[in-house]
Nanobody
Framework: QVQLQESGPGLVKPSQTLPLTCTVSGGSLIRSSYHWIRQPPGKGLEWVGFITPDGISYIAPSLGSRTSISRDTSTNQVTLQLRSVTPEDTAVYYC??????WGQGTQVTVSS
């Protein structure tokens, strides 16, 4: 049974870079795609992007060039980096394996 665990700094200041990690156990990064999703307070789920089994990443156009997704198959981790954050990036961030298994989410607050 696959398990996903998100981790991150919790609080980030505006203009800084937000690094989030999804640690995967019981699943292979080279056999499934892994997505990042976020939910701002009081709003619905927003797709951030994903990385394919071949290691190719796709990012939501709204987040553009300030976002990157990568992976480390030796540690079974998927990383999301969001640069130049603003308070609008405040959200609970989730990782999911191809939409069938989800982590519990990690709260990120952008505030000075």
């Amino acid at each position: 049974q696959v398990q996903l665990q998100e981790s991150g700094p919790g609080l980030v200041k505006p203009s800084q870079t937000l690094p989030l990690t999804c640690t995967v156990s019981g699943g292979s990064l080279i056999r499934s795609s892994y997505h990042w999703i976020r939910q701002p307070p009081g709003k619905g789920l927003e797709w951030v992007g994903f990385i394919t089994p071949d290691g190719i990443s796709y990012i939501a156009p709204s987040l553009g060039s300030r976002t990157s997704i990568s992976r480390d198959t030796s540690t079974n981790q998927v990383t999301l980096q969001l640069r130049s954050v603003t308070p609008e990036d405040t959200a609970v961030y989730y990782c999911t394996r191809a939409w069938d298994s989800w982590g519990q989410g990690t709260q990120v607050t952008v505030s000075s």
